[in-house]
């Protein structure tokens, strides 16, 4: 019988129904401890903002708050998460392109320490409503640098005519926005942003990612006497979900970014003070599993499928991005792996495939099917497609299990419905 975090998963699926999610704590704790340890420099400030568009939840809050990481939101409902754990809103970075007046209004009120602004019109609206603040908020801006980082076309935010930030190649204005920020007086524009995708193992991306913005600061001082302070290099640490990832080792990365930093900073004669970065996925995906319970089974002229009471609801990565994922049966850990089975959900869409063609012990209903690496834009990207409640959420630590979301009902699910 597998454990996850010293508990079994059969006492987890009894105590908690399935679909389940469950994280192993340490693995969490270690995460958060790793990066809080290898992103530092020497030279310059370091902060290392936790994407919570990967997972957010209070529980998760809560660990990111004790380990001293900052935090990246994108949304009022992210913000409020982190407002609802008391999360140190200087550390509180907050992102979107297209926040609301109430979601900007929302963050001046919680006194969010940084905006990250997108486009002009954002800048313009700040700029309207920084009139009325009394304390400072500090200003990045988004822009976009241009870098392919090959990875999936769906999740490569890079590119030239992305939705997220201003191209590089719109000096004009990049300029504009700049000087925007330059005349009011509570706003303190402190540097730039980029992002370059998601899924990434190929640190040179990074490096590329480095020159490029490094350069271009290099070009806003020489060219119109623009001095920043801060860069904030985005996140997309690859994760690893089957044998075919091999992530660059999270030392490594953090290292190569900061000696990349500190190198073009002395190169080019600039004086960046802080660095940032933003990683979501690299943080909790590997410690996360979901739990399945087996249902029927079917055998079709060319394939065999084993159904889960699960599926696309609580995991549209397969279907949204041709992600794949590793299984085990969790109450057949030493069983042979001699059958080939087609993985599929319960929802009513021929795409609900979790996992296709993967070998394991021949299976029977009741089984305990567990995904691997569920941990990042899992529950973040749950739905009720069909109208089934969101599953319930697990800490798993030495022993013991503690529910940190708990399952909806059937009641949670017509809760907001009226009679009229
Ligand atoms: C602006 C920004 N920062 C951080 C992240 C987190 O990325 P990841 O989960 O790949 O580390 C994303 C998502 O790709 C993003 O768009
Ligand atoms: N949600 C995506 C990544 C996008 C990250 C947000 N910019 C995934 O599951 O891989």
Do not use: W
């Amino acid at each position: 019988m597998l454990e996850i975090g010293g508990v079994r998963v059969d006492t987890l699926a009894q105590t908690y129904k399935t679909p389940l999610f469950v994280y192993d704590e340490d693995q969490l704790r270690s995460r958060l401890q790793e990066y809080a340890t290898f992103f530092q420099s020497d030279t310059m400030e370091t902060g290392v903002l936790y994407a919570s568009k990967a997972f957010s939840c209070k529980a998760m809050l809560r660990l990111v708050k004790e380990y001293g990481l900052s935090l990246d939101v994108v949304s009022g409902g992210e913000l409020y998460t982190a407002k609802a754990v008391d999360f140190d809103m200087s550390k509180v970075y907050f992102h979107g392109n297209n926040k609301s007046k109430e979601e900007l209004e929302m963050a001046i009120n919680y006194g969010v320490g940084t905006i990250i602004v997108d486009n002009l019109m954002e800048a313009q609206m700040l700029h309207e409503m920084s009139q009325s603040i009394d304390h400072t908020i500090h200003v990045l801006l988004r822009v976009n640098p241009g870098i392919d980082a090959h990875t999936h076309k769906y999740i490569v935010t890079g590119h030239v005519d992305s939705k997220f930030g201003i191209s590089l190649l719109q000096e004009k204005e990049l300029v504009d926005v700049i000087r925007t920020f330059d005349q009011d007086e509570h706003l303190s524009f402190d540097g730039l942003h980029a992002h370059i995708g998601s899924q990434i193992f190929d640190k040179n991306a990074f490096i590329a990612e480095i020159e490029k913005m490094f350069g271009f600061i290099k070009h806003l001082e020489d060219t119109y006497d623009i001095h920043l302070n801060t860069l904030d290099l985005g996140g997309g640490f690859a994760a690893t979900y089957t044998s075919e990832d091999h992530p660059i080792p999270l030392q490594e990365v953090c290292s190569t970014i900061v000696s990349h930093c500190e190198k073009q900073n002395q190169e080019l004669g600039l004086s960046i003070q802080k660095i940032l970065i933003e990683p979501g996925r690299s943080v909790v995906a590997e410690a996360g599993s979901t739990i399945y319970t087996v249902g029927f089974m079917k055998q079709t002229p060319n394939k065999k499928y084993v159904f889960v009471d699960g599926g696309m609801a609580d995991n549209i990565r397969p279907a949204l991005y041709q992600a794949k994922y590793n299984a085990d049966i969790a109450n057949k850990m030493d069983a042979p792996k001699d059958t080939v089975y087609t993985v599929a959900g319960k929802a009513c869409e021929s795409g609900d495939i979790l996992i296709e063609g993967i070998a394991l012990p021949k299976c029977e209903p009741g089984d305990l099917l567990v995904t691997y690496t569920t941990g990042a834009y899992g529950y973040a990207m749950a739905s009720h497609y069909n109208k089934n409640p969101l599953p319930g959420v697990v800490f798993c630590r030495q022993g013991k299990a503690r529910e940190v979301i708990r399952r909806e009902s059937y009641e949670h699910l017509i809760d907001l419905e009226t009679d009229e």
